[in-house]
């Protein structure tokens, strides 16, 4: 059955179905090395190059956050979490929603070390009731979604504010505008 999905890379903004090949997207997309898209929607954040559709091969890895609806997965097989009001900095991205740690685990939230707080975790983390807000051709844009997926390797800062109601949005807002460079991959072996 195949799900539609919203990826961002570094650069891109992907829209696209791939086949669902476990109980929920978030833990498919933790078990395998790349997803086929078909007739996906590929935007460049830069502004620079038109949409275009394509079929494209997309390696996990440079996911940098991805926006899932759909099933939250079988119930008995849910573990008790606490949720916590968090921020991400995922270089050009912040992600704000609601982390889900095991019961006990909040000494290592304060740290404000990405690779301490989600020491342990999957590749791609959920926060929950989440906003996405990025640069996209020059202004700031601002996308909320149940739950997205953000890469934990991509993550530069992270923040724990568990009295804020809705700060992240406020924070996102307020941050400067971020630039970045296109990335090119050489094919050419040179």
Known sequence: MPVDLIAFTVDRRIHGAI??????????????????????????????VPARTVDLTLTVGSIVAVLVAGRRGLENRRRRTEAHHARVGLGRFVVTGSLHVPPGS????????????????????PLTDAT????????????????????????????????ADGGGRRLAEEAPPVYHAAYVKDFTGA
């Open 19 to 48: 086949p669902l090949a476990d109980d929920r997207l978030s833990d498919m997309l933790n078990s395998v090395a790349r997803v086929v898209m078909r007739g996906a929607v590929i935007e460049d954040l830069g502004g620079d």
């Open 106 to 125: 909040a000494e290592n939230l304060a740290s404000g070390d990405p690779a301490r707080v989600l020491a342990g975790r999957d590749i791609l983390v």
């Open 132 to 163: 996405i807000t990025y640069d996209r051709d020059d202004r700031r844009t601002t996308e909320e979604f149940e739950t997205i997926l953000v890469n934990r390797a991509y993550a530069t800062w992270i923040e724990i504010d568990d009295a």
